[in-house]
């Protein structure tokens, strides 16, 4: 349903939230989770990841969102990810998503 939602997104509203953490992490912040609101069309959906997601599933999932993220935030396209003091969020999530790559797509979270 969020990649739907992205997909015919016209806005998109961005904000995360970091944890501390050790042994991982951007500058000893783990991400936590990341929200998204979007408007799409004459209709809105928000939607709140869990980056601290553990188990089986936690890889996949993570990849995901890290896909999700990755073209979101680099698309020439629209929609224009926004958010209030998102400068500093935008180059932790950055990070993020070149540890994941790095780890194969596992993000560290």
Known sequence: EMRAALAGAA??????????GEGGGVGGAVLATVQLAVTEGSGEAAF???ALQRGP???????????ELRSLLLSPAPPLP?????A?????????LR???AAG???EA
């Open 82 to 86: 926004v958010g209030f003091a998102f």
């Open 11 to 20: 806005r998109v509203g961005i904000d995360t939230e970091w944890a501390e």
């Open 48 to 50: 709140v990841c869990d």
């Open 99 to 101: 540890e994941a790559e």
């Open 57 to 67: 599933a936690a890889a996949q999932y993570l990849s995901a969102l890290g896909s």
């Open 105 to 107: 797509g596992e993000a």
């Open 88 to 96: 500093a969020d935008a180059q932790k999530l950055a990070a993020w």
